[in-house]
C-alpha cells in the first residue's frame, strides 16, 4: 500500500491502475492486541447485509458462553458452531480439549469443502494449530483448495507462516493499551 502522509490529505488515487475481481478472500486477523474476532464479525454482518450465508466456527470460546455476537449472529441466520472448550488454563483434561478441536475442524473443513457458504470464520484457529492439535499443512491445503465462491476469514495470535502466505490480506492487531492492563474485567457488551 502506498505510504500515507499523515497531515496532508492525498490528492492524487493511491489506488493500482488495475484492479480486478476476485471470486473469493482468505483474510487473517492475527497480532496480540484486541479486536481479530471483532473484526471478523464485522465481516460476517457485512455479508450477511449482501444475502451470503455465512458460518462460524469457534475453536476456544465455548457454546456455554451466550456471546453477543453469537446471540446477534443467530438472529441474523448465521450458522454458529462455539465448539471450543474455553480457556485452556481452567482446563481439567488437555487431551480432551485437543480432541475437540479437531472435531471443530472436522466440521469446518466440511462447511469450507460444502461451498454452500460464501464467507466462513474460523475463530482462534490459531490457536490449536501452533499448539499442535490441528494440522497446519492441512488447514492451508483446505483454505487455498476451497471452493472458488467461498471467503474465509481466520482469527487468532500467532498466525503460521504458512496462512500468511496464501492469504490475500493479513491484518496485525498490535495493543496500544487496554482496559485489562488497569484491572478491569471484560465487559459484556463490549468485550463480548
Same mark, same amino acid.
Given at each position: ?5 499523515? =497531515? ?5 488515487? %493511491? ?15 492475527t497480532?496480540? &492486541? *484486541?479486536g481479530?474476532?471483532?473484526? @471478523? ?19 476456544? /470460546? ?6 453477543? =455476537?453469537?446471540?446477534? +449472529?443467530?438472529?441474523?441466520g448465521?450458522?454458529w458452531? +462455539?465448539?471450543?472448550e &474455553?480457556?485452556?488454563? $481452567? ?7 485437543e480432541?475437540?478441536?479437531?472435531r471443530?475442524w @472436522?466440521? @469446518? *473443513? @466440511?462447511?469450507?469443502?460444502?461451498? =454452500?457458504?460464501r464467507l466462513?470464520?474460523?475463530? $482462534?484457529?490459531?490457536? %490449536? ?23 474465509v476469514?481466520?482469527? &487468532? ?16 492487531? $498490535?495493543?496500544?493499551?487496554? +482496559?485489562? $492492563? *488497569?484491572?478491569?474485567? +471484560?465487559? /459484556? &457488551?463490549?468485550?463480548?
Amino acid at each position: 500500500m502506498p505510504e500515507h502522509d499523515p =497531515e496532508n490529505p492525498p490528492t492524487e488515487d %493511491p489506488r493500482p491502475a488495475e484492479l480486478r475481481q476476485a471470486p473469493s478472500l482468505v483474510l487473517v486477523n492475527t497480532g496480540n &492486541g *484486541k479486536g481479530k474476532s471483532s473484526a @471478523a464479525m464485522g465481516v460476517m454482518v457485512r455479508s450477511v447485509a449482501r444475502g451470503w450465508t455465512v458460518g462460524v466456527v469457534q475453536f476456544l /470460546k465455548s457454546g456455554t458462553w451466550n456471546t453477543g =455476537e453469537e446471540k446477534m +449472529a443467530r438472529q441474523l441466520g448465521v450458522d454458529w458452531w +462455539a465448539i471450543g472448550e &474455553g480457556f485452556t488454563w $481452567e482446563s481439567e483434561d488437555l487431551s480432551e480439549d485437543e480432541a475437540v478441536a479437531q472435531r471443530a475442524w @472436522a466440521d @469446518a *473443513k @466440511a462447511l469450507i469443502e460444502g461451498g =454452500e457458504h460464501r464467507l466462513v470464520i474460523l475463530d $482462534e484457529i490459531t490457536y %490449536p494449530m501452533n499448539w499442535g492439535w490441528i494440522d497446519t499443512a492441512e488447514v492451508v491445503a483446505t483454505v487455498v483448495g476451497r471452493p472458488e465462491k467461498v471467503n474465509v476469514v481466520l482469527t &487468532g495470535r500467532n498466525a503460521p507462516t504458512e496462512l500468511i502466505e496464501v492469504a490475500d490480506t493479513v491484518t496485525s492487531m $498490535e495493543p496500544v493499551k487496554h +482496559a485489562y $492492563e *488497569k484491572g478491569i474485567r +471484560a465487559k /459484556k &457488551g463490549i468485550d463480548y
